[in-house]
């Protein structure tokens, strides 16, 4: 699964293919294995990763996940919802 931009995905598959419709455009992505989003538990893992990385002392790199580096906003977005959802679910539970 390969990680890119939407827009310069697009841009380099219409300039290399003859394809215009969405629909082939979406079927041809499918089927090269490109993905915009990555799921929570990709998330979970890379954020363990480099949790673990810090705690060993090591320099906190970037988090690669099957040749992409996982982006450091999108997964500190990610962590501050679920500390955001965590919160709430407690307060929910205390009243």
């Known amino acids: 699964m390969m990680l890119l931009h939407a827009t310069n995905c697009y841009l380099y598959f219409i300039r290399r293919t003859n394809v215009t419709s969405a629909r082939q455009y979406k079927h041809h992505l499918k089927q090269w294995g490109i993905t915009k989003n990555v799921s929570s538990f990709i998330k979970d893992k890379a954020i363990k990763a480099m949790g673990k990385r810090a705690r060993d002392g ?3 790199a970037g ?3 099957e040749g992409s580096e996982l982006d450091k906003k999108r ?3 990610y962590m501050s919802t679920q500390a955001k959802l965590e919160q709430d679910l407690q307060i929910n539970n205390n009243v």
Do not use: C
Request: hydrophobic share 45%; proline share 0%.
């Open 63 to 65: 988090v690669r996940h």
């Open 58 to 60: 090591s320099v906190v």
């Open 75 to 77: 997964l500190r977005r």
